[in-house]
């Protein structure tokens, strides 16, 4: 099939004389793969080929198209429209010229004898595909009824009003079939430029979303209608609503099913971990297209499937950094087919006949332009009632703006050709319906784009709200303070010292004006200040936004697995539309739907498990018989016969079950059954007689002596039917009971329970580890939510109440762990182990990427190196679900300041004991002493207090009064009650049992004990460790960058811990120095007199402190050594601090950056995040 049945001149007419017309094909091809012999496909337009056909220059014809494409959108930027415009201009006049010049005639003749649905093939799969990617499935899904009932609208609102005019007005002389096709295609909404305009203005994601739903439904559901047209060429009037119904919902399942899986297969080749970037797009397209054609050849929607498989993908269905650049070849393969699309149809158009071109073909067109407009606006009209209804912020400036979004483009063209294909009644000039459809495509392009974005500005939608103002001034604060402070830390250095400041200071000052000042249309509520309930919604919304991101960069780090980042993700955009909603922990449980229903289908199987009663064999003393058929009751080879009978029967049963069967073999199938019987009776009876009265305590005995009791009851009726073969009632019973029979598989389900229990058990710890990892995700988003609160408001009422919803939501998220890891220690514990694995494995890849970047190691060492490590990574997706939980003792190994060594275990391990505690138990309470430390094993404390003291007195700590009471959550490895036992003060907090609970307890004199035989060592580690908490609880933004690993601070003393007592004074050097925080008590800066109170970090500018409580402990961070020069030193002979303060001054500019701008906040108020945190650990 060519694109359409033509005309064709004779062999020996002149190119420019009348030509005849051919009798046009009796029907096209099946498939675009297979051409029927005999069936040479005819031209769209022009003329046939009067020579002899020879190599053409086609492809050289493909490639100017291009090149010219590009250098138009180089000097044409933003103007798409007149570049598509301009190339269909010089494709109609290279059509002309073809249709007077042989020579270029053979240059086109290729073309115009290329099946229309070679090219529909060609080029519509990856743009269908790019434009699908777009489309954010979670938001997509909020809103799927509406967008489908609106795309149904749209199409039957098209397709009458647009054939009617059509009809009516059209002087062509169109069937009504032709008609009605040309009123489907033109109908089609373009899924990519339907959106781009609006893209570019900063309207609404949902809102582009849903118009782009909207026309990938259209899409769908045209090619499914003009796929059923090709395979069966069927008229308009032979159609029933029957087989419509039925080929519409199997094309629309099966491409659905096709596409889904497609795209799990596009998702498993792309996260391969050891696939490279060339690899990944090659797959990408290549599958793109295969499942393209790989559905359409079963009969299916290749468009519907590529649309599914889009709709499945995401961010996280890529490595990292690998969805931009798949992207960007996504679209400029798109921009380089639709230029040739449009080249190829001018073409085809110029090689028609001028004469077809009449005025009333300039008239129609407008008349079209606004027949497609007017049912744009009717469409908007009837559906916005649902969209109002289902979308609060829905209004009629929205429905304007959307109004004008029917922009039609390279569907509509591709499909054009086969309004002529696929018609009863062949018309003169087939090339005017791709007129039309290519004229209103760049008319729209053109009128309606200009009309959205003026429309969407005037009316006030693209206008930045106050909030957003405000929020974005922050940020520009934000980063000019960084600048600030990189200019100051440059003008430190000795090799920047002749450089011109102030002119850097003058070009780097940025002043940037927020686009689109006006507000709204209302000048009064541009002047007024936003309530609380303004700004709070709007800071929900960057909540969201920011947790998105935190979930994804986890699941890139591969702190979280994809499918915990996807729920996490699709469970926030869900509850993200819901106005004033923060989403909890509780929200996302019920998005997962959690394991409810596998718990209760596991107390099912185990019920129904089957547990053999083995008696003693001392009750039946020295008699052998009994002995015996004990031995053989309680063998496995008696319960595989038991299973063996049940099956044999299986064919007896089916004979039974089938009349003609059975009336041939009635006698043979009484004897079967008679036997079978004899076996199941013989059964029960030797279970019987060793069980006894215990026979009956088994269910599946009791099943089973049911049986056999139903077998025997069987024989007796069918020997009394023998008996009196009249008695009907008799007859109808003993049928009744013929069936029964069936019971006898019953049996058999206790074969497969002990899978069946695998299976679920695998399941629920699948379902615990994903829990598990959800939560602990929704934790960490917490914390990186926190720390950019100030850039979220400016308002200080806003940010208090921000905080205290994260800081809520995150309790009850860690409520959630402990209840977690209490159901299922040994999943958590895995899941733990195999974080700890990908989290070294992690730091050993960056730590080679350091090496390979610096030229340590080269290129080839550092490939087959990278290989190693991420086989190792590999081969944790097949670590145990589950490890079983160590004994109490191994749990000492834990405790962080014991180092793992033997003599520091043995000794405590001698001196520990168990504790249990039961739900509710209090473990300690507020204002007593200690009695000495608990290391929690298993279950979960919950610790209720006042704001911590941090041993500061209350007459310095006044302004910090607060009656909060602030809550927190222990669970397996955590201490209570280490600070309390250093100090030998009173406990800060009460610990309360929320689940039985087990931990090691270390009494105080067993702890002190231990200081004096290890000191000082023991208690200055406890120390360290209690200061780098504090230090990562308060200050985790600034020590971001940071390694303030425990054991290496105590082996490279990299981070140390010094003390103050009162009066005591403390000189800070900056040189070395890179953070001096105060972790406890308080201190004065000697110079200034200001006072800082635990915790905080001090200031660059202090240079000597003075303790001004009985016990201050500060916290010392170095900054990293610079390398020395050695000349007898070796390259690969670096000592690991030489090489890990390398790589920290590598990594270091963002960490300046942080705490450059982090310091005049706790400098000025050092108070500031004090009541913000509970006391763990303190």
Known sequence: MAFCTSESVNSNSHPGSSIGTEKAMAKANVSFWVQKEGNQPDLLCGRSADYMPTKGHFPILVCSTVVLGGLLRAFLKNSEVIVLTILSLVGFLIGQLAYNFVEMHQVVYPLLRTPSFSLYCYFSPLIIFMAALDVDFYILKNVFWQVVLTGLISFSTAFIVIGYVVLKFNKDSWDLQSCLLFSITLGITDPVHSVNSLKTIGISKMYTDIIRGESMIICGFTSIFFGVFRSNILSISSFRELHVIMGLSLDILGSIICGYWCARIIQFILTDLFSNTLTNIVLCISMVYLTFYIVEFLGMSGMVALVAVGLNLDSLSFKPRIELIITKFLIMFSCVYQHLIYT????????????????????????????????????????????????????????????????????????????????????????????????????????????????????????????????????????????????????????????????????????????????????????????????????????????????????????????????????????????????????????????????????????????????????????????????????????????????????????????????????????????????????????????????????????????????????????????????????????????????????????????????????????????????????????????????????????????????????????????????????????????????????????????????????????????????????????????????????????????????????????????????????????????????????????????????????????????????????????????????????????????????????????????????????????????LSIAYQYFESSLIDEDLKFQKCVALNHAYVETLSSYNEMTIDNVNMKFVILVYGSVIDTKTEVPYLAPCILPKTCEQVQGTSDLSKLLVIQAPAPAKNNNNAKVMGWSPVVLLGAEQEWEGDRLTQQAQVWEPVFSQRPCALVDKKGPKGI
């Open 344 to 1027: 190829f149809f001018g073409i085809v158009i110029g090689c028609g006949e001028i004469k077809n071109f009449q005025f009333h073909t300039l008239v129609f067109m407008f008349i079209l332009f606004a027949t497609v407009n007017f049912v744009r606006l009717l469409t908007v009209v009837l559906v916005s009632p649902i969209l109002r209804h289902s979308i609060y912020e829905y209004n009629w400036r929205w429905g304007i703006v959307i109004a004008w979004s029917g922009i039609k483009g390279v569907f509509s063209l591709l499909l054009a050709p086969d309004i002529h294909n696929l018609a009863e009644q062949k018309v003169e000039s087939p090339q005017l319906f791709i007129l039309y459809v290519q004229v209103i495509s760049l008319m729209t392009m053109g009128i309606n784009s200009y009309m959205m974005t003026y429309s969407a500005r005037t009316l006030g939608l693209c206008a930045i709200s106050l909030p957003r103002q405000m929020a974005m001034q922050n940020a520009i604060k934000h980063i000019q303070e960084i600048i600030q402070n990189r200019i100051t830390l440059f003008k430190t250095e000795k090799i920047l010292t002749n450089v011109n400041w102030t002119l850097v200071e003058e070009k780097t000052k940025i002043e940037y004006i927020i686009p689109f000042p006006h507000v709204s249309c209302d000048k009064k509520v541009k002047e007024e200040s936003p309530t609380d309930e303004v700004l709070i919604e709007e800071a929900r919304l960057h909540v969201a936004i920011i947790q998105m991101s935190s979930f994804e960069k986890q699941c890139n780090d591969g702190v979280l697995s994809v499918e915990a980042a996807r729920t996490l993700i699709g469970a926030t955009k869900s509850y993200c539309h819901i106005q004033g909603k923060f989403m909890s922990i509780y929200d996302v449980s019920a998005y997962v739907r959690a394991r409810s229903w596998l718990m209760k289908f596991k107390n099912i199987l185990t019920f129904l498990e089957y547990h053999k009663d083995k008696a003693p064999l001392s009750l039946y003393g020295n008699n052998k018989f009994l002995i015996f058929i004990y031995r053989i009751v309680f063998s496995e080879e008696f319960e595989y016969a038991g299973h063996i009978i049940g099956i044999m029967y299986i064919y007896p049963m089916i004979m039974h079950l089938w009349p003609m069967a059975r009336e041939l073999n009635v006698s043979a199938l009484i004897l079967v059954n008679y036997y079978f019987v004899f076996l199941y009776l013989l059964e029960s009876t030797l279970k019987i007689t060793i069980l006894k009265s215990r026979y009956f305590h088994q269910h599946w005995n009791t099943l089973e002596f049911f049986i056999m009791l139903i077998g025997i009851v069987d024989i007796f009726c069918i020997y009394f039917v023998r008996l009196r073969p009249d008695h009907l009632v008799l007859i109808q019973f003993t049928v009744i009971i013929g069936y029964f029979r069936i019971i006898r598989f019953i049996p058999l389900i206790k074969v497969l329970i002990p899978l069946l229990m695998n299976i679920v058990d695998v399941q629920i710890k699948k379902r615990l580890s994903l829990m598990y990892s959800i939560t602990k995700g929704y934790v960490k988003s917490q914390e990186d939510t926190k720390f950019l609160i100030k850039q979220i408001s400016s308002r200080e009422s806003i940010n208090q109440k921000l905080y205290e919803i994260l800081e809520t939501n995150k309790r009850d998220a860690v409520k959630e762990l402990g209840l977690i890891e209490h159901e299922g220690r040994d999943v958590v514990i895995a899941l733990k182990t195999k974080q700890a694995i990908r989290n070294v494995i992690a730091k050993a890849l960056k730590s080679l990427t350091f090496l390979w970047s610096r030229g340590i190691i080269d290129k080839h060492e550092g490939i087959e190196m990278n290989k190693v490590l991420l086989a190792k990574i590999k081969s944790l997706n097949n670590f145990p679900m589950a490890i079983p939980p160590p004994t109490p003792d191994k749990y000492l190994h834990n405790i962080i300041w014991l180092e793992n060594k033997d003599v520091l275990i043995e000794f405590f391990k001698e001196r520990a004991k168990l504790a249990y505690f039961d739900y509710g138990d209090v473990i300690c309470k507020e204002g007593e002493m200690p009695q000495g430390i608990y290391l929690i094993i298993s279950g979960m404390a919950i610790l209720q207090s006042s704001p911590p003291t941090f041993g500061i007195d209350r007459s310095l700590s006044a302004d910090r009064e607060s009656t909060t009471r602030f809550t927190e959550y222990c669970t397996s490895g955590d201490i209570i009650g280490e600070l309390s036992c250093l100090l030998k003060r009173e406990i800060e907090y009460t610990a309360i049992c929320e689940t039985i609970l087990q931990a090691c307890f270390i009494s105080l004199e067993d702890l002190y004990e231990g200081f004096d035989v290890f000191w000082p060592s023991l208690e200055y580690k406890i120390w360290l460790k209690l200061a």
